[in-house]
């Protein structure tokens, strides 16, 4: 039975600023998510840092980069052991354990990836990971990149059993790797340089379903 009502509806928001705002994901689905336009087809290296807010303790997507060659470019999954969060580039998986992944508070995630070394790093609350190897193939192709579900296809194909079920705020992302101590003033919200490929300060992004926009929460 398909899903009908105003949950089709699509909202086009070009380009607009979510500074001090949230997406709110209220319910698990296959269907809610946001949908995000880079302003670049070609990574040589990447940053992405948001921020979240969750109880689910099953397994989940935090951020989903897609290219019709690769269902995972770039991705960021939470699994379902508590401390272990995969890094994915170009469909290469990288699992790191000893996440500090907490239920019912606003933490921060940032995952770094450079094709001139090919090395990935996670960093939860400013906190990193060992460094792993993936690749040093550039990302490119026409990028589709969703908040709240995981793209088992591009664009498409969402398992409401990965959905997100949360808050989300602050995604920004950049064509090169974050400092450290840029990645520690994001995570304490003090300056650091908005990304340069998503900026929540000035984005253009599509919301379909069930995701509302509110006030944001953090304490």
């Avoid at 990149?145 to 079920?165: A, H, K, P």
């Amino acid at each position: 039975m398909g899903v009908k009502g105003p949950f089709l509806q699509k909202l086009f928001i070009i380009p607009s600023t979510l500074s001090r705002k949230m997406l709110v994901f209220p319910q698990e689905t296959n269907t809610a998510h946001v949908r995000l336009t880079p302003s670049r087809q070609n990574l040589g290296a990447v940053t992405v840092c948001m921020r979240y807010f969750s109880d689910l303790t099953r397994p989940f997507t935090f951020f989903g980069l897609a290219t019709p060659s690769y269902n995972n470019d770039f991705h960021i999954f939470k699994m379902p052991a508590r401390d272990e969060i995969n890094v994915d580039v170009r469909n290469i998986v990288l699992n790191f354990k000893g996440q500090d992944y907490q239920l019912n508070r606003w933490q921060s995630v940032c995952g770094t990836w450079d094709a001139a070394s090919g090395l990935v790093q996670l960093w939860v609350d400013g906190k990193p990971s060992s460094m792993k190897f993936s690749t040093e193939s550039n990302i490119s192709g026409p990028m589709i990149i969703v908040l709240g579900q995981d793209q088992d296809s591009y664009g498409g194909s969402f398992d409401s059993g990965r959905s997100f079920v949360g808050m989300i705020s602050d995604v920004h992302m950049w064509d090169y790797v974050l400092p450290p101590h840029h990645i520690n003033n994001y995570r304490r919200k003090f300056t650091f340089p908005p990304g340069n490929v998503l900026n929540w300060n000035l984005i253009e992004f599509q919301i379909v379903g069930k995701v509302l926009i509110q006030e944001e929460q953090h304490l």
